[in-house]
């Protein structure tokens, strides 16, 4: 099991990428949240290795069909028992 926090830039905002990032999270058993913050998207993702490694993949390649993604910084957390679901802040 992992946890990263996940900053993404670019058009991220108004473009349907949170939803598609939830979707992604459901496909891929992660838990968290997905938030608009300032010029970029915030992720907080946790799950295991290989299916938060595909699912953090699938959302630097852009989680929306109308999003471009920029850059992206990643950093590593402490697993967080308390999670358990995806949410939308």
């Given at each position: 099991?992992e946890r ?33 913050v300032s ?14 490694n595909q ?35």
């Open positions: 099991m990263k926090h996940v900053k993404v830039f670019g058009t991220v905002q108004g473009v349907g990428f949170r939803f598609y990032t939830q979707r992604l999270a459901f496909k891929y058993n992660i838990v968290g949240t997905v938030q608009n010029d970029y998207v915030d992720i907080y993702a946790q799950g295991k290795e290989d299916d938060l699912f953090l993949n699938s959302v630097i390649e852009g989680a929306s069909p109308a999003s471009q993604v920029t850059h992206h910084e990643i950093d590593d957390l402490e697993i967080d028992s308390s999670l358990n679901d995806f949410r939308t802040i």
